[in-house]
Each structure stands twice: as C-alpha cells, then as structure tokens.
C-alpha cells in the first residue's frame, strides 16, 4: 500500500472516533435532556473550537513535518479521552440530566477538546495530498479523501447510535481511547517522505509563527481567492442550522437506532460521490462544480423537511451528502493549485478558521430561536394558523422551517455568487496558474497512481 493510501487509512480510523464521539455526545445529550437548546449548544462550542484553533493548527502544519502534526493530534485526542472519561465514572447522581447544569457542560468542554484536536490532520491531509500528488490528479485524489470521510460518518452514525443506545458515554469514550492509540501506533511505524530539506545555516529561515498577516497577503494576491473563502463562510453560517437542529429533527420521527441506522445509509451518499471523483475527476473549473453543487444543495433543503417523513428527510439528506464531497474537493483543489505548497497549511488553516467562525453564531443562535420561537410558532402560534393546515403543526414543524428558510437564503446566495466578478476572476486564477516550483516535485513523490 503507497504511503498515501497509508495515510488516508491512517485518517479513516482517527476520523471514524472522533466523529463517533461527538455524534455519540450529541446523541446522548438530547436523551438525557430532551433540550433542542442543549444539542444546538454542543454544536456551537465545536464551532467555536474548530474556529479559534484553525490558524494555529495551520501554523503547526507549515513548520512541522505532517507525520509528526497527525501524531499530536492523537496524543491531545487520547489526553482529553482520558479525562473525559474519568469525568464520566466520578458523575454526581443526576448531573447529566440538567441541560444547564456546570458539571454537564464541563465534560462537553473536555469531550470536544478532544474531538478538535482531530482538526489538525484535517489541515495537514490536503497538504500531503499537494505534496505527494501530481498536480493533474489532485482533483482525484480529493475524491478519496472525500470517501474516506463518507466511511467514516457511515461507520460513525451507526456506531454512535448502538453505543448510546447499549453503553452511553462510558463505553463510547472506552472505545475512542483504544482506538486513538492505534491510529498513533500506525503512524510510528509509517514511513512517509514528505521532501523536506534540512535548513541551511547560510540561508535566513522563517520564524515559526502563525503569521495571519503574511497569509492575507498571499490570500489577496490569488483574485478571488477571499472570495471563495466568504462564500464557504456564508455557507458554513447558514450550515450551523444543520449541525444544531439536523439530529434533534431526526429523533423527533424515529428512535435513536433507527436514526443511527439511516444516518449511516445515508452515509454511503459520501464513499458513492468519492469513488466517482476518483475517477472522472472535477472538471476543468472546480469553481463552477462547487457553485453548480450548492444550488443543487440549497435547493434540496427548501423541500426536504416540508413534510414530517423520515423518506423525504432521507432523501435529502442523501442528496446533501452526495455532493458535500464535491464541494470540499472543489476548494480543496483550487487552493492546493494557486497557494504554495509552505504556506497551504496557514491558508488552509486561515479558511477552516473564517469559514467555521460563522456557524457557531448560527448554532448558538439558532437553538434558543427554533426552541422559545419557531416551535412555539408553528405549535398554537401564528404559523400553525397560516401554514399548519398543509405544513403541519408542532416542534417538530417548528425545526422544519428553519430548514426550509434556510434553504431559500442559500440559493438566492449562490446565484448571486455565480454571477459575480469574483467568481470569474478566480476562475480565470486557476486555469492560467502553473504548477508552483514543480510542484515542489510532488509528481516524482507520486509513485503509486491515486
């Protein structure tokens, strides 16, 4: 097996507990508390983690070897495990019962440290995927990457659900320890050359360092580029809606297995659209794939939950997953082709922060709305009264049109994006923009075919 497909094996195990965690956190929540505020506050605070970590996680990338980043990532992943766990044997009776109790949101904080130290491979994969991939088949190999995330949440969503269901929390964070230590001892054994040369004493070297200022400049040097960064984040702002309401929605139609069980059928939805970008790649214009993408998506979410049917939900959802993979490899390799290869790390690092800055608003936000105003809105409210007849009445109904609403905003944003100057400017970026310093000869790195 090539060091690449290695890597990305490496990354399905990591990936399958931490999302496993924190579906399983999310899960257990909304039992234990039966709070759509509670879940909407778990997705808010990784949010907020994933923001405020992404530029120094970036930073980490770019100044170390990636091999040695991914090893920290599960040394932090298995610390805050360890802690969590503890945290969950020594529970004082009925303390994870109160959504707004400090020993609750204590261990929320510890568990979700843990979950985001994974961000840091997030961060380094697309970097090896410019390092050891020729230019030409980077589109391709996005795709793998992008099904090897569909593996993950197909196995995670499965697993969360019969672990909360049979074993709650302990033997979810159990489970996460052992696996984490596996996924490290992998990578001790794994032999990866990256080309990195040893610095040389006669030549000035860069201060280790975040540098946001020298990332923005290389950022507006690219036409469009931030853009394209403003556009996933305005995407990620109206997303929030997802992360904080899409599992209670689910729950209020089917049990937590059932729910699992779908979620990670759906799931399939990613590994289908990855093998197929595997092979017939992206196109000639990524942007246009990524914009073509998100009217399909946004589309798709003005009607999927319009009726209360775990079909219709399915079926969106289905839709949604199917094409995120494009959408990700689409900025995934416009980035990888017009930033240097020294600097991708911080850049990507920089969009994970701007672009996820935007969802912990919405997921914050959106909790609090859709329990004290859109539940009781289309409960006995004036939104029962106008559309209950044909939309239907209760909290279920209530989170249902925030999806719909969110839906409509999203469309109209992406026709407008479709039309702009930046969109072509960008465009144009990429299809003039050679290969950086060979790419920094990534195509003799490349052995194995993707």
């Given at each position: 097996?090539?060091?690449?497909?290695?890597?990305?094996?490496?990354?399905?195990?990591?990936?399958?507990?931490?999302?496993?965690?924190?579906?399983?956190?999310?899960f257990w929540i909304f039992i234990e508390t039966q709070s759509v505020f509670a879940?909407?506050?778990?997705?808010?605070?990784?949010?907020?983690?994933?923001?405020?970590?992404?530029?120094?996680?970036?930073?980490?990338?770019?100044?170390?070897?990636?091999?040695?980043?991914?090893?920290?990532?599960?040394?932090?992943?298995?610390?805050?495990?360890?802690?969590?766990?503890?945290?969950?044997?020594?529970?004082?009776?009925?303390?994870?019962?109160?959504?707004?109790?400090?020993?609750?949101?204590?261990?929320?904080?510890?568990?979700?440290?843990?979950?985001?130290?994974?961000?840091?491979?997030?961060?380094?994969?697309?970097?090896?995927?410019?390092?050891?991939?020729?230019?030409?088949?980077?589109?391709?190999?996005?795709?793998?990457?992008?099904?090897v995330s569909g593996i993950g949440f197909l196995t995670t969503s499965v697993i969360?659900?019969?672990?909360?269901?049979?074993?709650?929390?302990?033997?979810?964070?159990?489970?996460?320890?052992?696996?984490?230590?596996?996924?490290?001892a992998h990578l001790l054994v794994l032999r990866l050359d990256e080309g990195r040369?040893?610095?040389?004493?006669?030549?000035?070297?860069?201060?280790?360092?975040?540098?946001?200022?020298?990332?923005?400049?290389?950022?507006?040097?690219?036409?469009?580029?931030?853009?394209?960064?403003?556009?996933?984040?305005?995407?990620?702002?109206?997303?929030?809606?997802?992360?904080?309401?899409?599992?209670?929605?689910?729950?209020?139609?089917?049990?937590?297995?059932?729910?699992?069980?779908?979620?990670?059928?759906?799931?399939?939805?990613?590994?289908?659209?990855?093998?197929?970008?595997?092979?017939?790649?992206?196109?000639?214009?990524?942007?246009?794939?990524?914009?073509?993408?998100?009217?399909?998506?946004?589309?798709?979410?003005?009607?999927?939950?319009?009726?209360?049917?775990?079909?219709?939900?399915?079926?969106?959802?289905?839709?949604?997953?199917?094409?995120?993979?494009?959408?990700?490899?689409?900025?995934?390799?416009?980035?990888?082709?017009?930033?240097?290869?020294?600097?991708?790390?911080?850049?990507?690092?920089?969009?994970?922060?701007?672009?996820?800055?935007?969802?912990?608003?919405?997921?914050?936000?959106?909790?609090?709305?859709?329990?004290?105003?859109?539940?009781?809105?289309?409960?006995?409210?004036?939104?029962?009264?106008?559309?209950?007849?044909?939309?239907?009445?209760?909290?279920?109904?209530?989170?249902?049109?925030?999806?719909?609403?969110?839906?409509?905003?999203?469309?109209?944003?992406?026709?407008?994006?479709?039309?702009?100057?930046?969109?072509?400017?960008?465009?144009?970026?990429?299809?003039?923009?050679?290969?950086?310093?060979?790419?920094?000869?990534?195509?003799?790195?490349?052995?194995?075919?993707?």
């Amino acid at each position: 097996m090539s060091p690449f497909h290695q890597i990305l094996s490496n990354n399905l195990v990591a990936n399958i507990t931490n999302f496993t965690v924190w579906f399983a956190l999310t899960f257990w929540i909304f039992i234990e508390t039966q709070s759509v505020f509670a879940t909407g506050m778990v997705a808010g605070i990784f949010l907020v983690f994933t923001a405020a970590c992404g530029f120094w996680f970036g930073s980490i990338v770019d100044h170390n070897p990636k091999k040695a980043a991914m090893q920290g990532s599960s040394i932090a992943s298995f610390f805050f495990y360890l802690i969590s766990t503890a945290l969950v044997f020594l529970e004082p009776e009925g303390a994870f019962a109160d959504p707004y109790g400090a020993y609750l949101w204590g261990f929320v904080f510890v568990v979700m440290l843990g979950v985001i130290s994974g961000n840091l491979r997030s961060i380094a994969l697309p970097t090896l995927v410019t390092i050891l991939i020729p230019e030409d088949r980077r589109d391709k190999a996005n795709g793998l990457v992008g099904m090897v995330s569909g593996i993950g949440f197909l196995t995670t969503s499965v697993i969360s659900g019969f672990l909360v269901a049979f074993g709650g929390m302990k033997l979810t964070l159990i489970l996460a320890l052992g696996f984490t230590l596996l996924a490290f001892a992998h990578l001790l054994v794994l032999r990866l050359d990256e080309g990195r040369v040893a610095p040389s004493a006669d030549v000035p070297q860069e201060p280790k360092r975040v540098d946001i200022a020298g990332t923005i400049r290389v950022i507006a040097a690219v036409p469009g580029l931030f853009a394209l960064i403003f556009f996933a984040t305005f995407n990620n702002f109206l997303g929030g809606v997802f992360m904080a309401l899409l599992d209670a929605y689910g729950l209020s139609l089917v049990s937590v297995e059932v729910w699992g069980l779908t979620f990670g059928a759906l799931s399939t939805a990613f590994i289908i659209s990855g093998i197929i970008i595997s092979k017939t790649g992206l196109g000639k214009n990524p942007l246009r794939t990524l914009l073509t993408v998100n009217i399909i998506t946004w589309s798709v979410c003005c009607v999927f939950t319009v009726q209360s049917s775990i079909w219709l939900l399915a079926a969106g959802c289905f839709v949604w997953m199917f094409l995120g993979p494009y959408a990700e490899a689409s900025e995934h390799t416009t980035l990888q082709k017009v930033v240097p290869l020294e600097r991708q790390g911080r850049v990507f690092g920089f969009a994970q922060s701007v672009e996820q800055s935007a969802s912990p608003l919405t997921a914050f936000m959106i909790g609090p709305l859709t329990q004290f105003i859109f539940i009781p809105l289309m409960t006995d409210g004036a939104g029962a009264d106008a559309i209950g007849d044909w939309f239907g009445r209760g909290p279920e109904r209530g989170i249902a049109l925030v999806f719909t609403i969110a839906g409509f905003i999203g469309l109209i944003v992406t026709i407008i994006a479709f039309n702009s100057r930046a969109y072509r400017d960008l465009s144009a970026a990429y299809a003039t923009q050679g290969d950086d310093e060979g790419d920094n000869d990534g195509a003799a790195m490349a052995a194995s075919p993707v």
